[in-house]
């Protein structure tokens, strides 16, 4: 089975407001990374925590590997923030990445 | 330089040709890895390598071969073509096996 459970699969917002993506892993993680994906497809990183939270403008992370979870906010969402956004993680080498998450920003 | 760049952005193969896509970073990372990504799915890590061990994920074992003749280049090979390999293929590298994975822009393959 998946070792990464993105969640939800999809999310609208209108501009303005904010809410959180999560994953959820089924086995011990080390540490995670947040990825945006641009329009032409590629990878873009936003955070990567083996611990903690992180705060990036709009954006803060959150990874609890004792409870097998890590969350990405988003505040005050912007036209500009409409993508899929992936999480992985990693016990050791490889990274496991969610399905992700498919949001959009309704003006 | 936190950049990973691969070539060429894209590619168009027939099927049955071999395919060969190449990425370099020079950040001394020790390792680097190859993803297939496809519309609505998640990045599916191919291979990696770990300094000069080629690691395959079981799977596709016998799809894909790579190379890395130095620590800064590494190469993803398709020796014939199908159109199941249509797809975009992301290098990644990172500085100790599972830190932070810095991605390449992609190569998107289209196997005709």
């Known amino acids: 089975g998946d070792q990464v459970e993105q969640s939800p699969s999809a999310l609208s917002l209108h501009e303005g407001t904010g809410s959180a993506l999560r994953c959820n892993f089924t086995?011990?993680?080390?540490?995670v990374q947040w990825f945006q994906q641009n329009s032409r497809g590629s990878l873009i990183n936003l955070f990567y925590?083996?611990?903690g939270t992180k705060e990036n403008g709009r954006l803060k992370s959150t990874f609890n590997s004792k409870e097998s979870y890590s969350t990405l906010h988003i505040r005050d969402a912007q036209l500009e923030d409409s993508g899929t956004y992936f999480c992985?993680?990693?016990?050791?080498?490889?990274?496991?990445f969610g399905k992700g998450t498919s949001l959009t920003v309704i003006p | 330089d936190t950049t990973v760049k691969q070539n060429p952005r894209y590619k168009l193969a027939r099927v049955g040709k071999p395919v060969n896509l190449i990425c370099s970073q020079t950040?001394?990372?020790?390792?680097m890895y190859w993803y297939q990504k496809k519309p609505n799915q998640a990045p599916k890590l191919l291979l990696f390598?770990?300094?000069?061990?080629?690691?395959r994920e079981a799977d596709t074992f016998e799809k894909f071969q790579s190379s890395r003749p130095n620590n800064s280049f590494c190469s993803l090979y398709i020796g014939s073509a199908g159109l199941e390999y249509s797809a975009m293929y992301l290098c990644?590298?990172?500085?100790?096996?599972?830190?932070?994975?810095?991605f390449g822009s992609g190569t998107r393959l289209t196997v005709l």
């Open positions: 990644a590298s990172s500085g100790t096996s599972a830190e932070t994975l810095y």
């Open positions: 086995t011990t993680m080390r540490a």
């Open positions: 925590l083996a611990s």
């Open positions: 992985a993680a990693t016990g050791y080498q490889n990274f496991y």
């Open positions: 950040m001394n990372h020790d390792t």
């Open positions: 390598y770990y300094d000069k061990i080629l690691n």
